[in-house]
């Protein structure tokens, strides 16, 4: 069995953070959040794996589980946390909505517009 990044698939669920292999689904490793409650917010950082549950911030090596960091993030509240990192899977996402909107709207024009 390989223990390469592009092997895994990471699932979050009630404070969890659940590695699978991408190929057979045979569960990885698994970790879960000694702080905080609830759904985690999951970004894959190249070769990190930022998990956030409810105010408090942890960072993974995504082949173990095992925790690199963790900040409390005092005085900035709880609740669902939105995380973007250029390097995260969901800023290529964004990357990718602004060149598609650029293309249309670079083919769309003004002509037959009405006035």
């Not at 092997?7 to 879960?32: C, H, M, P, S, T």
């Not at 960091?69 to 900035?76: A, D, I, S, V």
């Not at 990357?95 to 083919?107: G, I, N, P």
């Amino acid at each position: 069995m390989s223990n390469k990044l592009d092997d895994f698939v990471f699932i979050g669920f009630n404070k969890q953070v659940i590695a699978l292999d991408r190929y057979n689904g045979e569960k990885k490793w698994e970790w879960k959040s000694p702080k905080g409650s609830g759904f985690p917010a999951i970004l894959l950082d190249g070769d990190r794996l930022i998990v956030s549950v409810q105010g408090y911030s942890f960072c993974l090596e995504p082949t173990t589980g095992a925790v690199v960091w963790e900040n409390e993030l005092k005085g900035h509240g709880v609740g669902i946390s939105s995380i973007v990192s250029i390097r995260g899977s969901s800023s290529g996402a964004v990357a990718a909505q602004q060149a598609a909107s650029a293309a249309a709207a670079s083919t769309t024009g003004t002509s037959g517009a009405v006035h």
